[in-house]
Nanobody, 118 residues
Framework: VQLQASGGGLVQAGGSLRLSCVAS???????MGWFRQAPGKEREFVAA????????YYGDSVKGRFTISRDNDKNTLYLQMNSLKPEDTAVYYC?????????????WGQGTQVTVSS
């Protein structure tokens, strides 16, 4: 499985960005999602959606501001990020795995930088 993420950039606080991740290849892993890693910090879970039922999950810090979605026809995963804050600044990675933690992630994308200025 290959994951190609895009859509990062520089935005002012309060602004919005939409990340995309195109997946190629076959996998039986049920979770597709996003993690992020800020400088000097561990990679943290952001959001996920299940391939089978479409159930969604969010990290506490992004609930109510970020929305994850998918387009199965295009094999594409999206992350709509609204009301961005400087603390959202990080490299965002799309991922495919068996759960919501890095320990059960099977495939990683290359990462896309999101920078939120204050």
């Amino acid at each position: 499985v290959q994951l190609q993420a895009s859509g990062g950039g520089l935005v002012q606080a309060g602004g919005s960005l939409r990340l995309s991740c195109v997946a190629s290849g076959r996998t039986f892993s049920n979770y597709m999602g996003w993690f992020r890693q800020a400088p000097g910090k561990e990679r943290e879970f952001v959001a996920a959606i299940t391939r089978t039922s479409g159930s969604t999950y969010y990290g506490d810090s992004v609930k109510g501001r970020f929305t994850i979605s998918r387009d199965n026809d295009k094999n594409t995963l999206y992350l709509q990020m609204n009301s961005l804050k400087p603390e959202d600044t990080a490299v965002y990675y799309c991922a495919v795995g068996r759960g919501l933690a890095t320990s059960v992630t099977d495939y990683w994308g290359q990462g896309t930088q999101v920078t939120v200025s204050s």
